[in-house]
Nanobody, 122 residues
């Protein structure tokens, strides 16, 4: 019954913004750390951002200063606000959950969503 569902993807021009949502069900979000990951065509999946159960956040160097991760445990939702989007941000974006207290490498995440597509082009 554990499920994560991403939404909010779409096509935007460079410099535009999108807000991705990760709605979770089947577990108590407050006890989980949530990460956002992305996979561009021809590339391996990479970490984008993470927010721990204690609200500690991390960002990859490529998105730091442009993306903001947040969580609303009462709504069972984690958000990724993406501003000043660049063509290199084009990818499928996934959220994932782990019961650990810290942000972790990809293999440590237990549950994954199906992904939402983000395309940034002129």
């Amino acid at each position: 019954q554990v499920q994560l569902a991403e939404s909010g993807g779409g096509s935007v021009q460079p410099g535009g913004s999108l807000r991705l949502s990760c709605a979770v069900s089947g577990f108590t979000l407050a006890r989980y750390t949530i990460g956002w990951f992305r996979q561009a065509p021809g590339k391996e999946r990479e970490g984008v951002s993470c927010i721990s159960s204690s609200y500690f956040t991390t960002y990859s160097d490529s998105v730091k200063g442009r993306f903001t991760i947040s969580r609303d445990n009462a709504k069972n939702t984690v958000y990724l606000q993406m501003n000043n989007l660049k063509p290199e941000d084009t990818a499928d974006y996934y959220c994932a959950a782990t019961s650990r207290n810290f942000c972790l490498p990809i293999p440590k995440y237990d549950y994954w969503g199906q992904g939402t597509q983000v395309t940034v082009s002129s």
